[in-house]
């Protein structure tokens, strides 16, 4: 019946259902909509009623709703059904199986699933990350003729760069074609996105000119992953150039796209740049976030502008923006840098005061390394006790900067001392944490824990790496260990790790201090053959090594072989040799040819 000749009581409950809804009322918007059966109510408000509650997270009521309409009408049709399956996919915990039960009864119901039912399917399973199983279903639907659209492909396409399956992104793109559908923006937007973040650039950029020729305009998000790979791979000048170019045929750039270059030119390239492109942000009204005030203060403290990024950072509270722990830990690193650790704690206190940021592991990190920088071993531990303290576990980069504080500082036992505990908590040590504390052996041969740490490495099975390999063998060379000295370079040239001048030069002052001069000549000529050349250093060693067989003969030769390789003498070789004191070193040299011959 009319209510004063304008509304029908059931368009008074339709409004009044989707008042509660709006308001978020769910319970009741229900209710109302169990009073409005009683005059009967049409499908188009039981699906309004049953997308709010799927939007709204409202799980328990959307089952109940759709069991009610199941059970005493409306009978669900394809959008109902649709709608839940987006519940089961697109919700926070994934339900596929009901999903899947949901495809199935629609078919025992006789209701024909549609391409945007089969689409939110195969979403939910690339989201489940069963992407060869949603390729797999599409392939089926193709070939039995169900309707599927483009967003079932792109889906899949989507689900596979997600998974870093570029190449099977591209399968599925070409069978979209195959099966007469015709990829859109979308599509190429997540192929491009997929070949940028492998560093496949030249792909990204033929997918680019396939679009233009089929008619398609590259979009925001198109240009946005070329823009942002080509910064990933320090290709900032190659960007800011396509940035520009863009500008000048008049398309308009987003922010997006202004703070991915802005973060690229901040990482890679000069303030004149950072602040140009920062002035062209604002000049076309882009208000800067936190990211973009903390790039900018990043790049100020790169180039060691620190009063500047002071100065940046209070602009950034002026104009309402709240900095976030990142932006603070860049700020306290730099102190750092500048060895004003008491400035850094200072700046970090007055942040958590009056801003409620409170320092987290990573800048922790920074005091700790500011700390090691400084040589303040003493004030590290209260650093850490504090941090333990506040509920952060360290971990193995924490452990392995402090022990190589320790090295650097020379406290070697409380280097170890560190390890060990390092070892009781079952924390993995780190290539870093064996290089550093093999530095540390190599200066300080008397502790009696080389073969301990030795093995210790051995029992990780580590990758070995150019920089440990180097360590390893000086420690072996210190201890006149050359049969493990020279297994560890055979091991690393077999790693295809190519030795350099001063490895080479360790085992020939190895070689030299045990008088094994035929091992050390060995290496010179290693050198040779590897167009690798000797330094001061490496020389020096050859020199003592014959002097001490005395072999006289041999080390002027060395000598010689020095003065026309254009070697100077420093002071300790020098010293050996008895240059200085106002003698010619041409006509010393010149004599000892003599003497040879």
Known sequence: SKLGGSMTLLQVYATVI???????????????????????????????????????????????????????????????????????THGERLCLEEAFELLREMEMNGVRPNAATYGTYLYGLCRSRQVTSAWDFLQGLCQRGCPCNTYCFNAVIHGFCSEGQVHKAVEVFNGMKKCGFLPD????????????????????????????????????????????????????????????????????????????????????????IINGLWE?????????????????????????????????????????VTPNIVTCTILADSFGKEGLIGEAFLFLDKVHQSLGIAPNLFTYKVIIKGLCRINKSDNVWEVFADMIKRGYVPDAIL???????????????????????????????????????????????????????????????????KILCTSIIACYCRRSNMKAAMEMYKKMESSGLSPDAFVCTCLISGF????????????????????????????????VGYLKTEDEKQAIKTCINMHQAGIVPDGKLSCILGLGNGRDDSDYYSQKAKDVT
């Open 18 to 88: 989707r008042i509660f809804v709006e308001l978020s009322m769910f319970e009741d918007a229900l209710l109302t909509y169990i009073e409005a059966k009683k005059v009967g109510v049409e499908l188009r408000l039981c699906n309004f009623l049953l997308k709010c509650l799927v939007q709204g997270n409202q799980i328990m009521y959307a089952r109940s709703l759709f069991a009610d309409m199941k059970s005493s009408g409306p009978s669900p049709n394809v959008y109902s059904y649709s709608v839940l399956m987006s519940m089961y």
């Open 185 to 272: 923006a979308h599509s190429y937007s997540i192929l491009i996105d997929g070949f940028c973040k492998q560093g496949e650039l030249l792909k990204g950029y033929d997918m680019l000119d396939e679009m233009a020729r089929n008619g398609i305009s590259p979009n925001h998000v198109s240009y946005s992953s070329i823009l942002h790979g080509l910064c990933k791979t320090g290709n900032v000048k190659l960007a800011l150039g396509i940035f520009k170019r863009l500008k000048d045929q008049g398309f308009k750039h987003d922010q997006i796209m202004y703070s991915i270059l802005f973060n690229g030119c901040c990482q890679h390239l000069d303030l004149d």
């Open 280 to 320: 062209d942000m604002i000049h076309h009204d882009f208000v800067p976030d936190v990211y973009d005030y903390t790039n900018l203060i990043y790049a100020l403290c790169r180039h060691r502008y620190l009063i500047e990024a002071l100065e940046a950072f209070e602009l950034m509270l002026e104009n309402g």
């Open 399 to 465: 452990y392995s900067i402090i022990i190589d504080g320790f090295v650097k500082a020379l406290e070697l036992q409380e280097a170890f001392k560190l390890y060990h505990k390092m070892l009781d908590e079952g924390i993995k040590p780190t290539i870093f944490t064996y290089t550093s504390l093999l530095n540390g052996l190599y200066h300080d041969d008397g502790l009696p824990e080389f073969r301990k740490l030795m093995r210790d490495m051995i029992g990780e099975e580590l990758v070995l790496d």
């Open 512 to 543: 030299s201090k045990v008088r094994a001069m035929d091992g050390a000549l060995l290496m010179m000529e290693e050198m040779e053959k590897r167009n690798i050349k000797p330094t001061v250093v490496t020389y020096t060693a050859l020199i």
